[in-house]
């Protein structure tokens, strides 16, 4: 079990460009959450996903922000238009379905920086 | 919503005492407790969980307590060494699989 994958480790980007995370959860999670984090802050939550379902997206900004996890593939989240308010590192984390409690496990994080 | 607090926000003990951050969760149907490691520039990794049916948990040098009256949980670090400095997340996982993190304790153990 390879664990949660998201890549790229690193995203440098200018201002005005798209970013795209991805995300791939552990084998048999089909719940995915996006947290960003800014260097020494907490781990603020953004989205909450299950396949083809957005559950809880009150922490993502309104604008230029959106997140998909689709029938196949990993989870998306997109920013675009970045600005440099947008650099930090995002991480997701995945946990099983059907089970009252559900452990959740990171991935290693993409660390946005933009330029 | 949930409303997840955690205290102290930094955290410096000599190398051999112990450690003892404290967060409290405001829902009381939450019924899941995570604790979290976070090194510097790694993932958080999950160290000890407790589950509402519990009142405490022990794995070598970590314990958790639970009091599901007060709603507040603890993490417990004994005989501290120089690794366990990192950051510590405590988090609260409501009936909806959500989770709620804490703001994060910055430990430092001092050799």
């Known amino acids: 079990n390879a664990g949660v994958m998201q890549n790229p480790r690193h995203l440098v980007r200018r201002r005005g460009q798209e970013a795209r995370l991805r995300c791939s959860p552990m084998?048999?999670?089909?719940?995915v959450y996006w947290y960003r984090q800014l260097p020494e802050e907490g781990l603020k939550f953004m989205v909450y996903?299950?396949?083809?379902?957005?559950?809880?997206e009150s922490g993502m900004p309104k604008e230029r922000f959106s997140a998909e996890f689709p029938k196949e593939g990993p989870s998306i989240l997109r920013i675009q238009q970045v600005v440099r308010g947008d650099s930090a590192a995002y991480f997701c984390?995945?946990?099983?379905?059907?089970?009252?409690?559900?452990?959740?496990?990171f991935g290693q994080g993409t660390r946005l920086t933009v330029v | 919503g949930e409303n997840v607090e955690q205290h102290p926000s930094t955290l410096s003990v000599q190398e051999g005492d112990s450690a003892v951050i404290k967060c409290t969760y405001s829902?009381?149907?939450?019924?899941?407790f995570p604790w979290y490691k976070q090194e510097l520039g790694k993932r958080p990794q999950l160290i000890i969980d407790?589950?509402?049916?519990?009142g405490e948990k022990k794995d070598q040098r970590i314990a958790v307590t639970l009091n599901k009256t007060a709603k507040h949980f603890s993490l417990h670090i004994t005989e501290t060494q120089p690794e366990d400095s990192a950051v510590y997340f405590c988090?609260?996982?409501?009936?909806?699989?959500?989770?709620?993190f804490g703001t994060g304790t910055s430990l430092t153990v001092i050799p």
């Open positions: 984390a995945s946990s099983k379905p059907g089970q009252e409690i559900a452990e959740a496990f």
């Open positions: 407790i589950r509402s049916n519990v």
């Open positions: 996903l299950q396949k083809e379902n957005i559950i809880d």
């Open positions: 988090a609260a996982q409501n009936t909806g699989n959500q989770f709620y």
């Open positions: 829902d009381s149907a939450s019924n899941y």
């Open positions: 084998k048999g999670h089909s719940h």
